[in-house]
């Protein structure tokens, strides 16, 4: 069964840090660049890290020098740190292929606020 499960997600103040972490199952996982997106209410889900299967990485602009994606490909997860947290950072995170090809999980709730 191909399912991703997000975890790690929370309330955190500003200038605060968090750890995501993306399980995935059912797909050839050391295979496949993955990605974290990220959907704030009201707008549309957005790209906000990747990283290849050779450990190239990219990042939104906004999230440069904050938040940083890696993997364990013997675990099959993809983990996004995130550091120095803004309150425009609050939104639903999620992981998939970059490619997105696999069904999108739950998410998990990032929220920032003092």
């Known amino acids: 069964q191909v399912q991703l499960v997000e975890s790690g997600g929370g309330l955190v103040q500003p200038g605060g840090s968090l750890r995501l972490s993306c399980a995935a199952s059912?797909?050839?996982?050391?295979?496949?660049?993955m990605a974290w997106y990220r959907q704030a209410p009201g707008k549309q889900r957005e790209l906000v890290a990747h990283?290849?299967?050779?450990?190239?990485?990219g990042y939104k602009d906004d999230v440069k020098g904050r938040f940083t994606i890696s993997r364990d490909n013997a675990k099959n997860t993809v983990y996004l740190q995130l550091n120095s947290l803004k309150p425009e950072d609050t939104a639903v995170y999620y992981c998939?292929?970059?490619?997105?090809?696999?069904?999108w999980g739950q998410g998990t709730q990032v929220t920032v606020s003092s």
């Open positions: 998939n292929s970059i490619t997105q090809s696999v069904p």
């Open positions: 990283i290849s299967s050779t450990r190239s990485t």
């Open positions: 059912g797909i050839i996982f050391r295979l496949n660049a």
